[in-house]
């Protein structure tokens, strides 16, 4: 029984600081969603919402509730929550369900309104939560990605002046993106220039908390042909894994190593892309575009290496060569990533998937990448798992 489901529309609210409550971001984006894939709310049959912990009860059951705000019509709900992979289980959830045969349509949908500053854990004290100890430790999310660019750079020469350039990059491919929160091209001096966080990355190294709405409109291959659309994108695989026994490098939120004496050491975050190119049936080779992690310039190359999209240590040399621009060997992060977005947290695996929608229907303007067909999203949700989705027309 094939799992692929085929993509009919996709929307996003502009991500910003706006101040709404999530449900607006929500309703906005499902309804772009809705008219591009030219399906009827009152046919959708599912709606999957990404959840998120700080929009208290509503958020807690973002499917009812965002099938409540575009008006009761008896669809199924579900809600998802996996951090900052919550957009991708909540795809998985309706890939499955339509799978299973129990609806021929569903909605995914995904909205945050963030607050000002950091993202730090919810209020209390939770001595067995490890996030909120890592928290109390003083392991912030930019002090946890400083540690990942200083292992970069002694491990394979990078250099603060290659982390600037990604942000570059990404400046430069956001920057027509009309959804984008940051729209300013950047350049490295401006970079150098910016106070620092968490030493070696800087502020624009570091992705800023956003609020920002996204979802799709997804369907079973049937449904695709009877509307006509059986050339549409489809979502071919969807991978979260966690990590195994022994883990090669200290994954959030855990605050140590497992022993590697006994065993070979992985990492869930190479691991992901392996089960996902193999449930698609292509190989890392086969992609033409990719929307990846980016919460700091430096992981951003890590993530270009976990896909498989270049050899372990060689990414900052991709990025040199202008490999990773729009234009060059293998476009990454075409939408401007997460540093022209900021975390907006349920909503930004779905995001990534909406642009490789776009890209891969040539509708993505100024920022296209000629004759995609393939493309690949990674994401990390920092509670030992993750994200990695694929999309092939």
Known sequence: MSTAVHILGAGMHPWGKWGHHFTRY????????LAESGVDWRDVGFVSGAATVRCGYPGYVAGATFA??????GAQVHTSYAACASGAQALNAARAKIAAGECEVALVVGADTTPKGFLKPNAGERPDDPDWVRFRLGITNPTYFALYARRRMALYGDTVEDFAQVKVKNAAHGADNERARYRK????EDVANSPTVADPLRLMDVCATSD???ALVVC???YA?????ADSPRVAAISTATPTFASSTVEMPDLATDSAASAEPHAFRATMPRAAFEQAGIGPEDVDVAE???LSTALELDWMEDLG???RGEAAQWLRRGDTAIGGKLPVNPSGGLACFGEAVPAQAIAQVCELHWQLTGTSGSRQIEGARVGVTANQGLFGHGSCVIVQR
Not at 26 to 33: E, I, L, N, P
Not at 185 to 188: E, P
């Open 26 to 33: 929500g309703v906005f984006a499902a309804r772009a969603a």
């Open 225 to 229: 042909r009877r509307m006509g659309r």
């Open 185 to 188: 091209r950047f350049t490295a």
């Open 220 to 222: 079973s291959a049937d």
């Open 212 to 214: 920002g709405g996204a």
């Open 309 to 311: 999209l270049c050899p």
């Open 68 to 73: 409540q705000a575009l008006g009761w019509q």
């Open 292 to 294: 990846v992690y980016d």
